[in-house]
């Protein structure tokens, strides 16, 4: 961090990884892989090349031996250790990783292996990691996010069959799914966390009607889906049936681990090795031709906003390394995810000080850097709500990491039948909203 | 802090000798000099304890700097990152004694020194026998960033300094000064005897209980070459050196002043009931101690890179302390009062100890740079 930055852990390989270290270069080099883009934006859900393109990286990793580096060789995967994924990622740093199957790569295919029966594990893994088929949460529902084991989507059983009713929504990559790891009630006359279960479920079968959500700052990463009868076989169930807390509770500590660490094949690791403790140079700019850089005012909110840049930057490898030491367990992630949060609402607050009235309006080809108008309610809106709000990670660190007591509440005992709760999702939209 | 880890590593990735000089220290402060010595030494003429001091020195505190050939283990620690993790612990227990001027003092004798000065002064100082203290800050509202206080002047084969520092620690027991002083056409320093004719040292009344601070005067106060620390006029690299590492130690100081004020609070909102259920249940306060506990792990990342750049002597270590003193520096001061908050009645009374803790961390924001003056020097530094 402190010395070159863009310095690999080459000087460390033994000869058995310093091959691979070298097979990898060459491959990706020779693969006809994309470059990174910097600031290219991470997710573009509503760009089919986008994820057509996703769909095509994953399958050159795979055919060059480079997908599931770690994962046990029956499920597809190389069965290395630890050490060689990280190898693989200093090498991938020139080129463009497979985004769109980060979902599948941090949060499903580790609960999968946690909880999945092998005939599930075998059948599954390795069409993820072929590039065939994208996964997708299928947990918070209109009806209540938070209280995820609140929700109301019913699973009945029919025969061979369970069919699923009920809806649910802030699915990232809904639209593009093939299967989607969802959590349903199985039964309501227990207390709610003992009555749900984990479905594996098609997306792409007729009960499912899934509609991209269009947010507020005007992007569509989001979707909604409507369940109506959806069927699944009775075996496709992850872990066992009414024990989907569990399971969930695995995905949930993967995916706030996966945030803390870095999203593989995400922004974040990737651009992890190049940590330098910088101001943005584009606000440093505007502030120039402005003639405010002499401004006292300015200049304690340039100074701020940099120390606030260098604790994004500067907390998660701790974070990151108190849990790969077993000193932090996993909830600790909810650190990090708490403070992108409120670091993006003060970062952003700051940019609307220093923007002025040119934050609020400007000229449609105007030369504005730094636009805080959509800018700065997505940086609110997705960070501090998005995979998991801010108040359910402050409760985790207090409950979890500082061992404060939970407040007493009624829904640990009564069954969820006898709870109260908010009404059912109303019917699935004729129409999906256009797209933009 | 964190429970369910070892929380009392400050640095995930510590090493195991590094492990162990933070147990050593921790069980040491424990034994010799718990938070209740600052009361116990609120009346006592020097401040501190110097036998506690001189023990202190035997486990090291002021041989990080100090090469062996003076008695020292510069060669076998990684300095700024164990005097800070040393600073930590001394914060856990609002430690009242010259750790922070005696190794800055130290650093810069052994950086820069003569061959004599290094003799004279680094075995005693590793010894914990000398107490030197550094007069760097201006008085008064001077920004604590730069020495504007003392200059300089040649006379003869010496010089006379003239001028008023401000803020000293320990100045009014100190053995030696190392001054900072501004000359023809850049910075010099001078390592004098505080004995020395026309030093006249003028105590402030501190906020900080288990501190004490000074004003300094030099009132023509006339030296030889040999005082000389570094190059005349040349000096101001080494000076920006020594800036770094007071920041780290003083930002490790105050990490450990809040790490050990949430553990007290986390378990008085355990123990503590209130309308049937302990106060640490309400979520009005679980918010509050969850972006406490942020904050603080934000705060021991941001320290960490700082000690660990001015280690290296990295290109971005003046960036990375000033980034460290404003995080550090703010969020401690709200933290601690906030903890004071949750305490209720009992959290603003004499008997309890917080108080000793919120005058720590108020003083530590405001010595050295404010977060305010930290932030022009970031802008200055990144030429804006």
């Excluded at chain 1, 600790?332 to 609307?352: N, P």
């Excluded at chain 2, 986390?266 to 640490?280: L, W």
């Excluded at chain 2, 003046?318 to 959290?347: F, M, N």
């Amino acid at each position: 961090m402190t010395t070159n930055v863009d310095d690999k852990t080459e000087h460390v390989d033994t000869d058995e990884e310093r091959a691979f270290r070298l097979r990898a270069r060459r491959y990706l080099s020779s693969a006809g892989l994309p470059p990174r883009v910097p600031n290219e934006p991470v997710y573009q859900w509503d760009d089919d090349g986008f994820v057509a393109r996703d769909r095509s990286i994953q399958r050159a990793l795979w055919d060059g031996g480079f997908a599931g580096i770690t994962l046990p060789v029956e499920y597809g995967g190389r069965g290395l250790p630890d050490r060689f994924d990280t190898i693989f990622v200093e090498e991938a740093r020139p080129y463009r990783m497979p985004w769109a199957f980060g979902v599948n790569r941090n949060v499903i295919i580790p609960p999968m292996l946690a909880h999945g029966s092998e005939a599930l594990k075998r059948r599954f893994i390795p069409p993820m990691l072929r590039g065939d088929h994208i996964w997708c949460q299928l947990l918070s529902e209109p009806s209540g996010g938070s209280d995820l084991a609140g929700l109301l989507t019913r699973a009945t059983r029919d025969g061979d069959v369970w069919l699923l009713n009920g809806s649910k929504i802030w699915t990232t990559g809904g639209n593009h799914a093939d299967y989607g790891a969802c959590l349903a009630r199985t039964d309501p006359d227990v207390p709610k966390h003992a009555g749900l279960t984990m479905f594996v479920v098609d997306m792409k079968q007729a009960g499912m009607t899934v509609v991209p959500l269009r947010l507020a700052d005007r992007s569509a990463h989001f979707c909604q889906e409507y369940l109506d009868d959806v069927v699944v076989p009775a075996d496709d169930v992850l872990g066992e049936v009414n024990d989907g807390w569990r399971v969930a509770t695995t995905m949930l500590m993967y995916e706030r681990a996966a945030i803390g660490r870095g999203w593989d094949y995400g922004k974040e690791r990737a651009a992890r090795a190049a940590e330098h403790l910088s101001l943005s140079t584009t606000v440093v700019d505007v502030v120039r031709r402005a003639g405010l850089a002499s401004d006292p005012h300015v200049r304690q909110l340039l100074g701020e906003m940099w120390v606030l840049e260098a604790l994004m930057q500067l907390t998660p490898p701790r974070v990151a390394a108190g849990m790969a030491s077993g000193a932090l367990s996993g909830h600790a992630a909810a650190i990090v995810k708490l403070m992108s949060g409120k670091v993006g609402a003060r970062r952003t607050a700051l940019l609307s000080e220093l923007a002025g009235p040119l934050g609020v309006a400007a000229p449609p080809d105007g030369d504005v850097p730094f636009a805080v108008r959509e800018a700065g309610l997505e940086r609110v809106t997705l960070h501090n709500i998005g995979g998991g709000t801010g108040e359910m990670q402050a409760n985790t660190i207090a409950e979890r990491l500082l061992g404060l007591p939970r407040e007493p509440s009624p829904d640990r005992e009564l069954p969820f039948n006898q709870l109260a709760h908010n009404a059912a999702p109303p019917a699935p939209r004729a129409q999906p909203p256009q797209d933009r | 802090m964190l429970v369910d880890g070892e929380g009392k590593r400050v640095r995930y990735d510590a090493s195991e000798d590094q492990q162990l000089l933070r147990e050593t220290t921790r069980r040491f402060l424990e034994a010799r000099s718990p938070v209740s010595e600052v009361r116990r030494l609120l009346e006592d003429p020097v401040g501190f304890d110097p036998r506690v001091w001189r023990e202190g020195a035997e486990l090291g505190w002021a041989s990080m700097f100090v090469p062996e050939a003076f008695g020292g283990m510069a060669e076998s620690a990684s300095g700024a990152m164990d005097a800070a993790l040393v600073a930590e612990e001394l914060g856990r227990v609002v430690f009242a004694g010259p750790f922070l001027p005696t190794n800055v003092v130290a650093f810069a004798v052994a950086e820069a020194g003569t061959e004599a000065q290094r003799q004279r002064v680094l075995p005693a100082l590793a010894g914990g026998e000398l107490v030197a203290t550094w007069c760097f800050a201006g008085t008064g509202l001077s920004p604590g960033t730069r020495p504007v206080g003392v200059r300089a002047t040649t006379a003869g084969h010496g010089f006379v300094l003239t001028g008023d520092s401000g803020y000293v620690q320990d100045a009014h027991v100190a053995d030696l000064f190392l001054v900072t002083a501004a000359t023809e056409t850049g910075l010099s320093q001078f390592l004098l005897p505080a004995a020395t004719e026309g030093i006249s040292v003028t105590p402030l009344d501190a906020l900080d209980l288990g501190r004490r601070l000074s004003d300094v005067r030099f009132d023509a106060v006339a030296v030889d070459g040999t005082s000389v620390v570094g190059a005349v006029d040349g000096a101001a690299d080494h000076v920006e050196r020594q800036l770094q590492l007071a920041l780290v130690l003083q930002c490790a100081e105050t990490v450990g002043v809040v790490d050990r004020v949430l553990e007290i609070t986390v378990e008085y909102a355990k123990d503590r009931v209130a309308f049937g259920r302990p106060i640490g249940s309400f979520q009005a306060l679980k918010h509050r101690f969850a972006d406490h506990a942020m904050w603080l792990e934000a705060a021991k990342a941001v320290t960490d890179h700082a000690a660990a750049a001015v280690q290296l002597g990295a290109v971005d270590a003046a960036i990375a302390t000033s980034l460290a003193k404003s995080h550090v520096g703010r969020s401690a001061t709200e933290i601690t009062r906030d903890c004071v908050q949750i305490h209720g009645g009992i959290g603003v009374t004499w008997e309890h100890d917080l108080h000793l803790y919120v005058r720590r961390a108020v003083s530590n924001e405001a010595l050295w740079g404010t977060p305010a003056a930290h932030h022009e020097r970031l802008c200055d530094l990144a030429g804006v």
